[in-house]
């Protein structure tokens, strides 16, 4: 998941609630980049700014800290799995109000037939495990 951005100067990976945090965590470290969370509604402890998105069975809100991000800071994005598509869109949203430079999306695991790669057409987007 590493090696398509260890040369792109990330300054920070953002993991997403819950799962992304296991990849996420290690990734950074590997990068010698900082660790952002995104996490849904409530759950953080500072001032933040949030995002709603639509699921399947309905929407969820995502929050990110207000001061997690520098304006231009490479930002690599980072989930366990690739499925419609929408929780990363959201990250994306809120890696954008930030002023946040996303320099791309690593996943572990893609779920082609929901298609969720379309809707990040404009970014790098790997995975490692395609079904």
Do not use: C, W
Request: charged content about 20%; glycine content about 12%; hydrophobic content about 45%.
């Amino acid at each position: 998941m590493i090696a398509p951005y260890k040369d792109l100067g990330v300054d920070a990976v953002v993991g997403m609630e819950s799962r992304g945090f296991i990849f996420s965590s290690p990734i950074a470290y590997q990068l010698g980049a900082g660790l952002i969370p995104v996490r849904k509604l409530g759950k953080l402890p500072a001032e933040t700014i949030s995002v709603e998105y639509a699921l399947e069975y309905g929407s969820n809100t995502l929050e990110i800290h207000k001061d997690a991000i520098q304006p231009g800071q490479r930002i690599l994005i980072v989930d366990d799995l690739l499925a419609t598509g929408g929780t990363v869109r959201g990250t994306v949203e809120l890696v954008e109000k930030l002023q946040g430079q996303i320099v791309g999306m690593a996943f572990l695991v893609e779920l082609l037939a929901l298609k969720g790669r379309d809707r990040l057409q404009g970014y790098k987007t790997t995975s490692v495990i395609q079904y």
